[in-house]
């Protein structure tokens, strides 16, 4: 599956954003979805996954509140609205998608990777 994220950008502290990562390619619907982030000098991290049904979600800690991770499968799309942004969230995001069979935050189970988008929040 191939998959194409959008909607980065730069935002005041406090913003937000919508991102959106649109799949082609092989049945959507067949993967659990994901939002990584990875900014400069740090390691990719887990941001956001959703079941291939999307009833259920998972969030790293520091989002928790702020992030929601949603997905239309008549669409091939998965999206992450961003709200409260702070500085510490600029990185550029990732989604990717997992054949696994199950909704995980393990990089290392997904088998498909969007190209990123960049992500700045301003103090």
């Known amino acids: 599956v191939q998959l194409q994220a959008s909607g980065g950008g730069l935002v005041q502290a406090g913003g937000s954003l919508r991102l959106s990562c649109a799949a082609s390619?092989?049945?959507?619907?067949?993967?659990?979805m994901a939002w990584f982030r990875q900014a400069p000098g740090k390691e990719r991290e887990f941001v956001a996954a959703?079941?291939?049904?999307?009833?259920?979600?998972y969030y790293t800690d520091s989002v928790k509140g702020r992030f929601t991770i949603s997905r239309d499968n008549a669409k091939s799309t998965v999206y992450l609205q961003m709200n409260s942004l702070k500085p510490e969230d600029t990185a550029v995001y990732y989604c990717?998608?997992?054949?696994?069979?199950?909704?995980?935050?393990?990089?290392?189970?997904?088998?498909?990777w969007g190209q990123g988008t960049q992500v700045t929040v301003s103090s």
């Open positions: 990717a998608g997992a054949s696994v069979g199950f909704t995980t935050n393990e990089a290392d189970k997904y088998d498909y």
């Open positions: 390619g092989r049945t959507f619907s067949a993967y659990d």
């Open positions: 959703v079941s291939r049904s999307g009833i259920s979600t």
